[in-house]
């Protein structure tokens, strides 16, 4: 954004976006993922690409642009949270416990509506009754977009700090 472009006094995006971002890691933590659903677009489009750390391609590339934890669109968002609602959801039986953290928002315009949101997050994870536990961090670069029906993620990638994921497999949405 230049600093001589026009500020609208009337209302802080930037406010509206951190609002969507913390109502989403609500839904998530209280497991309202047919509501968290209704926050995607249509044609959404969710990375979490793999950290390269070994070879001389590390130097120049951080994360991986073939590899993935995960790489999603809205149809495949929709069959995990349906998973989640049967018997066959063995990565969240018992169901996770999380509590999302989600700070430094940052956003820039796109045009048209849409906006590059970029933030920072930690997630905490347990299950069961047991005294282990996951932390997760990372930084997420959405897009999110302004409908007449409310705010909606179209885009996002997130990239974890970790070089290697500890946690016995990742059936939680970040």
């Not at 995607?40 to 991986?64: C, H, K, W």
């Not at 969240?92 to 999302?100: A, I, N």
């Not at 069961?128 to 996951?134: K, M, N, T």
């Amino acid at each position: 954004m230049s600093i001589d472009a026009p500020v609208d006094l009337t209302r802080d995006v930037t406010a509206d976006c951190a609002r969507f971002l913390y109502l989403e890691a609500e839904r998530l933590d209280h497991h309202e993922f047919d509501l968290w659903l209704t926050g995607l677009a249509d044609d959404l489009e969710y990375l979490m690409p793999i950290r390269v750390t070994r070879g001389p391609e590390a130097r120049n590339l951080e994360f991986s642009p073939t590899g993935f934890h995960m790489k999603d669109t809205l149809a495949s968002m929709k069959m995990r949270v349906a998973r989640l609602y049967t018997e066959h959801a063995y990565a969240e039986d018992p169901p996770s416990r999380t509590q999302r953290l989600i700070t430094n928002v940052r956003v820039d315009p796109l045009g048209d509506d849409e906006y590059n949101v970029r933030s920072n997050f930690l997630c905490y994870r347990a299950q069961g009754d047991l005294a282990d536990y996951d932390i997760l961090v990372g930084e997420r670069f959405d897009v999110l977009r302004e409908t007449a029906d409310g705010w909606r993620l179209a885009r996002r990638t997130v990239q974890l700090a970790h070089t290697t994921l500890l946690t016995a497999n990742l059936g939680i949405f970040l």
